[in-house]
């Protein structure tokens, strides 16, 4: 079985400010990691991917992540907020094989407040 | 398009009705996945279709939900019966293989009266 557990559902930052939005997971085969961006409205966007490659995954409008086994965690950072950045983010993990191949596990979501 | 696409994007309801949701997905993928979006929460895997393969339902919450894929085309989720607590934001993904990124349409927000 696997889990994703966002710490923090709300978090606020100042425009240029980093960003960091935690996300630890469990899985007990190696998995994929995903974040994805949901504006109001919207469906997701993914932001960027880990699927085994370079454990520093670089993504859109700025965000990286970085994967940590030992850690299991797979935080997302962004140097200097844009108010643009304001939105929910979702922490996801699928397992890479098994019965659950491809079935994404989605972490509850943190809520990024930008302030001028 | 070149995105997923949902229909509708909104429905109303009283509780007690039928509701059919469709998804279009991105053509040539073959994977395609349902997800339930509650107020404040995550996304709740229901249902995945892959090809021709049996479809795996084991997210679906009771037996009163149901979907169809026909091939690598569209999927219809049904609500029979629908209660209050069906009141959700459904979204579709598809993708052209497991390790491959999901890519989700604008959703269906669905209200039970």
């Known amino acids: 079985a696997q889990s994703v557990t966002q710490l923090g559902s709300h978090v606020s930052v100042s425009e240029g400010a980093l960003v960091l939005l935690r996300c630890n997971y469990s899985s007990s085969v190696p998995p994929y990691l995903f974040w994805y961006v949901q504006y109001p409205n919207q469906g997701l966007q993914l932001l960027l991917k880990?699927?085994?490659?370079?454990?520093l995954v670089k993504g859109i409008n700025g965000f990286e992540a970085e994967f940590k086994k030992s850690e299991t965690s797979f935080h997302l950072t962004k140097p200097s907020a844009h108010m643009s950045d304001a939105a929910e983010y979702f922490c996801?993990?699928?397992?890479?094989?098994?019965?659950?191949?491809?079935?994404?596990?989605f972490g509850q979501g943190t809520i990024l407040t930008v302030h001028p | 398009g070149a995105g997923v696409s949902q229909s509708p994007s909104n429905k109303v309801t009283e509780k007690g009705k039928d509701v059919e949701l469709r998804c279009d997905p991105i053509s040539g993928h073959t994977a395609l996945y349902w997800y339930r979006q509650r107020l404040g929460q995550g996304l709740e895997f229901l249902i995945y279709?892959?090809?021709?393969?049996?479809?795996?339902k084991s997210g679906l919450p009771s037996d009163r939900f149901s979907a169809e894929r026909t091939g690598e085309s569209v999927s219809t989720l049904t609500i029979q019966r629908t209660q209050q607590e069906d009141s959700a934001v459904y979204l579709c993904?598809?993708?052209?293989?497991?390790?491959?990124?999901?890519?989700f349409g604008d959703g269906t927000r669905l209200s039970i009266l």
């Open positions: 993904a598809s993708t052209l293989g497991a390790d491959q990124p999901q890519h």
């Open positions: 996801a993990v699928s397992e890479a094989g098994g019965t659950s191949y491809g079935k994404l596990t």
């Open positions: 880990y699927t085994s490659a370079a454990t």
């Open positions: 279709f892959q090809g021709n393969s049996a479809p795996d």
